[in-house]
């Protein structure tokens, strides 16, 4: 699962509790790991924004840079008392998300041979039932059964009919 760690405090204002200390400030953390390709699209996208303002972060912004997570317009008081918690649900779910993507994919990919010979199997079935042969009609028919040479055929083969 993607995480986060410790946070970068060389990024930190170096006016941190002084006089001049902003009330909202970047915060850099790391990541438990490297982010994958669509873990960073999900951080960054609508859905890590909806979920921010629907737990009363409106204002906060979230950045990603190699294995470091920005958090604009917060302060560490904000994180602690529950930002944290808030960004580590966020990105738990957004692993889950990827790795059972990846699992469906990876199932797709190994039952696809299988499909394959199957779909193969039906389509070779289909092609042997096609037989390249004249139907009669109905009016050859007839004619077959009136035709002496037809009847004297089957005569022997129990009770002829004759007209």
Known sequence: ????????????????????????????AVFSRRPQREEIEAILGNETRTCLSDNGYRTVEVSVSDRRLGIANTS??????????????????????????REI??????????????????????????TFARRATGREETQAAEDPAFLAMWGDQGEAVRS
């Not at 808030?86 to 990827?98: D, F, H, M, P």
């Open 105 to 130: 994919a990876t199932a797709r990919f190994q039952e696809a041979p299988e499909r394959e010979q199957k779909r193969a199997a039906a389509v070779a079935a289909l092609a042997d039932s096609v």
């Open 1 to 28: 699962m993607l995480g986060l760690g410790a946070v970068i405090v060389g990024s930190l204002p170096a006016t941190l509790f002084t006089q001049d200390a902003p009330d909202r400030y970047l915060v850099e």
């Open 76 to 101: 560490l008081e904000e994180l602690r008392d529950g930002l944290a918690a808030v960004l580590a649900e966020r990105l738990s779910a957004i692993s889950t998300e990827v790795w059972r993507r």
